[in-house]
């Protein structure tokens, strides 16, 4: 960070931007080879090894002239973890070993020659080229448009993809109104999960009587299994900063602030850098590049709530309270932070915005359906092949994104349910593939677009283990201010509780549904208005399996521990005595060579000799 | 990092205050981050400090720094494990490589181990569901586990 601040000049004028672009376009050959690696999300598998190691291989074989390594933010199939591109020849490589290192430079740097053996398997064919791999194809990047390709640390990287092109554009061409029209044309909703219509959120604050206005950047992605606004704050800090100048200059602010999530390091680490850099270069702070439009950013980190992500909430928190959620009316664009006028996006919706600005709302418009435009991201995880991130446009159907996109479903295990919208959303269960995905065609089947985290379950999950794991979730997040959400999913949670410990009664399932409905309709904010969604759309949909539960006290998943059994099938064990070593209640007894067996009394189902077997001899009954 | 109370510096805070470019209650809760980064955890002492020095009752503070899971009033250990138990860390076994730790460690979560090598804490998400069932040391993943590699991560923390 405090390289950058020497290393940039201050641009000045509109044409100073022009001139600094045309600059870093001709200093960039893009026929020259090139190495982009993935160096946040493959982190885990060892990116760092492989980016060390192909650094000294190209010092070795003498190319360090001749070839650049890029190190960029999230390219999308995590599953291939560690990936990497190579330029110019457009091949995309997985599950990288530092070993590869040595034949990735020697091979496909020097002579531009693939790597069949790193290429993604399509039935025993490896597919090198990243055009033609699959879970490419029927994506469409306007917010990643820019991750995995450019160094998220070097904002010459992002001006060169035409990066603040659209600020300048605003700055020159448009007026604040001009703008929010733009805006409204492309028909964007809030990708935070609510998918209010963001032009019309703009024209609210714009209109809001005040001289003092402040603009947020919800950056607090709490839902479990979504990790989008980590992908593009990682990978691409500059587009949040830019659509965020954009909507100051737009609805009068000259304030802003982006509540990030402490627990993601590295896009706190780039956020800080991006804002340096661009302050430095006048592309924040006061007389941005040279007119009399000022912003500046300030970084706040989230302190571990979930609710803080409930904008009300949120503000309560950058004023150093408790973050607890407030009654709307009044709405943030009348009384926001401090008590002033105020408009929060969310980090996607604000990754959107330049190229709508630059490229005209009609042309964003045009991708999607009739009430849900442009692309949305999705988080893909859980039991599907191809677990990262991808974009696509809306209207795109469910099977398209998991089984052409997401390669299908691990293992050969059968499809159960798409869980979309994490806490606030719901089950889609395999009747319903075929379903757009768009806002009203969710919220029809009882699930919602949400924030964007899709998590596919499989035959192995239990639903009625994944609703209590939610409600379990919003009950240790809730903030307790209101009534029926801090009391009414406790008592949702006690009645789940005991249907997965086999106790439960068949008039549950009615009161569970009662309960959750008067939750929704009479909660404070979002989390408990939504927090039994995952609940309530389980039961639409798997009814029998919670009545297995309860009529048969059986968990057809074999999931729930009090409703489980774990046998030893004799034929099949060698009496090679792990799992009686392992087991931590002692409960396993049988000699050497000889089979074994579980004493059902002492076993407490941890499920470590199941783990541990190397036989597969232990089975769940 | 950890210091016992009676040895507290709280001249620290004096520096973690000035540099805070607002004042009062806006700069609270950035002043108890990079005041529990400084001494490891939030000790009785240095929320009163904290109080005094921004001019707020300690009440306060108490309920900003209770309410916040990222706020702790005990000392922690060297090492933080964050065993993630998100939805595909859940449906992935996230639950067991948790009961291995805690069996492993012989703490449950939100605990910390009696020689200061580990506080074992449960996280909604770390966001980085593609390495389900995963674990965070420190600032270090630990993704496609078992509860059968518990050992084996722990050992590389001393």
């Known amino acids: 960070m405090t390289d950058s601040e020497g290393k940039y000049a201050r641009l000045t004028s509109l044409e100073d931007l022009a001139r600094y672009r045309e600059r870093v376009r001709q200093e960039h050959d893009p026929q020259r080879p090139r190495v982009r690696v993935c160096m946040t999300g493959c982190r885990a598998f060892g990116a760092v090894q492989v980016r060390d190691a192909l650094a000294r291989e190209i010092e070795e074989q003498g190319l360090a002239r001749e070839v650049d390594l890029v190190e960029t933010g999230c390219h999308g199939l995590c599953a291939g973890a560690p990936v990497l591109a190579v330029d110019p020849y457009g091949f995309f490589y997985q599950h990288v070993r530092p070993e590869d290192a040595s034949d990735i430079v020697g091979t496909t740097l020097k002579s531009g020659a693939p790597l069949e053996r790193l290429g993604y398997d399509v039935n025993g064919t490896r597919v090198i080229d990243r055009e033609q791999v699959p879970f490419f194809r029927g994506q469409r990047f306007v917010v990643l448009r820019n991750c995995g390709q450019i160094d998220p640390t070097r904002v010459e990287d992002y001006i060169r993809r035409d ?63 979504a990790f989008m606004d980590r992908g593009v704050l990682e990978g691409d800090p500059h587009s949040v900063l830019e659509g965020m100048a954009i909507a100051a200059y737009a609805i009068g602010a000259d304030e802003g602030y982006i509540y990030v999530r402490a627990e993601y390091p590295i896009a706190v680490r780039h956020l800080r850098i991006a804002i340096a850099q661009a302050e430095a270069m006048g592309l924040l702070g006061s007389s941005i590049l040279g007119t009399d439009f000022g912003f500046t950013v300030r970084l706040k980190e989230g302190a571990g709530a979930f609710v803080c992500g409930e904008e009300t909430a949120l503000m309560a928190s950058i004023e150093g309270r408790r973050g607890m959620p407030n009654p709307r009316p009044p709405f943030p664009a009348q009384s926001g932070l401090w008590g002033k006028p105020t408009n929060i ?58 089984f052409d996109i997401g390669g299908g479903m691990q293992g050969g295990h059968e499809f159960k349910a798409a869980q979309m919208g994490g806490p606030s959303g719901g089950c889609v269960p395999a009747q319903h593939l075929d379903l757009p995905i768009d806002y009203e065609s969710l919220t029809a089947v009882g699930s919602i677009m949400g924030s964007g985290g899709m998590i596919v379950v499989d035959d192995a999950t239990c639903i009625v283990d994944l609703a209590r794991f939610f409600l379990n979730f919003v009950q240790s997040e809730s903030c307790g201010k209101c009534v029926p959400c801090r009391v009414g999913t406790r008592r949702m949670l006690e009645i789940l509780t005991r249907i997965t410990q086999g106790e439960g009664r068949e008039e549950d399932l009615e009161a569970l549904g009662r309960l959750g409905r008067v939750i929704k309709d009479s909660s404070l ?32 998943a074999g999931v729930c521990h009090e409703l489980i059994c774990y046998i030893i099938d004799p034929e099949v064990c060698t009496g090679c005595t792990l799992c009686a070593r392992k087991c931590p209640q002692g ?24 783990e541990v077997c190397k036989f597969d001899a232990v089975k769940v009954g | 990092m950890t210091e016992h109370v009676e040895e507290l510096d709280l001249a620290a805070l004096e520096r973690i205050i000035a540099a805070e470019r607002v004042t009062g209650r806006a700069a609270l809760i950035p002043v108890l981050q990079q005041a529990q980064d400084h001494y490891g955890y939030l000790p009785e002492a240095v929320l009163e400090e904290i109080a005094r020095r921004l001019r707020l009752p300690l009440s306060i503070v108490y309920g900003v720094v209770t309410f916040y899971a990222q706020f702790h009033l005990t000392p922690r250990g060297r090492h933080t ?50 390495l389900a069932p995963a674990l965070l040391i420190d600032d270090q993943y630990f993704g496609k586990l078992t509860a059968r590699d518990v050992e084996s991560v722990l050992e590389q923390f001393s």
């Open chain 1, 163 to 225: 990066g603040y092109a659209a600020l300048a554009r605003a700055l020159s061409e448009l007026s604040p109104e001009d703008v929010i029209e733009q805006v409204k044309a492309s028909g964007l909703r809030g990708r935070g999960g609510a998918g209010f219509p963001t032009g019309r959120k703009w024209e609210l604050a714009r209109s809001s009587p005040g001289d003092k206005k402040y603009l947020i950047c919800n950056a607090d992605e709490g839902d479990p299994g």
């Open chain 1, 345 to 402: 996006n969310n980090v996607e919706t604000f990754a959107n915005i330049a190229p709508i600005v630059l490229r005209g709302g009609e042309w964003y418009a045009s991708v999607g359906t009739e009430g849900s435009k442009g692309t949305k991201v999705f988080s893909l995880a859980g039991k599907v092949a191809n677990t990262g991130l991808v974009e696509v446009p809306m209207g795109i159907t469910l099977r398209e994104v998991i």
């Open chain 1, 525 to 556: 904010c979002g989390l408990g208005q939504t927090g039994p969604n995952p609940v309530l759309s389980t039961l639409r949909y798997f009814r029998d399996e919670y009545l297995a539960h309860i009529r048969d006290r059986r968990c057809p």
């Open chain 1, 587 to 610: 409960a396993i007894a049988g000699d050497k060579k000889q089979p074994h067996t579980i004493d059902a009394a002492q076993c407490v189902k941890c499920g470590l000799c199941l």
């Open chain 2, 81 to 130: 494990i964050r065993s993630c138990q998100g939805t595909a860390c859940h449906v992935k076994g996230g639950k067991a490589v948790l009961e291995a730790l805690q069996r492993a460690l012989g703490i449950r979560s939100g605990e910390t181990t009696p020689d200061l090598r580990f506080t074992l804490e449960t996280m909604a998400c770390l966001g980085c569901c593609f």
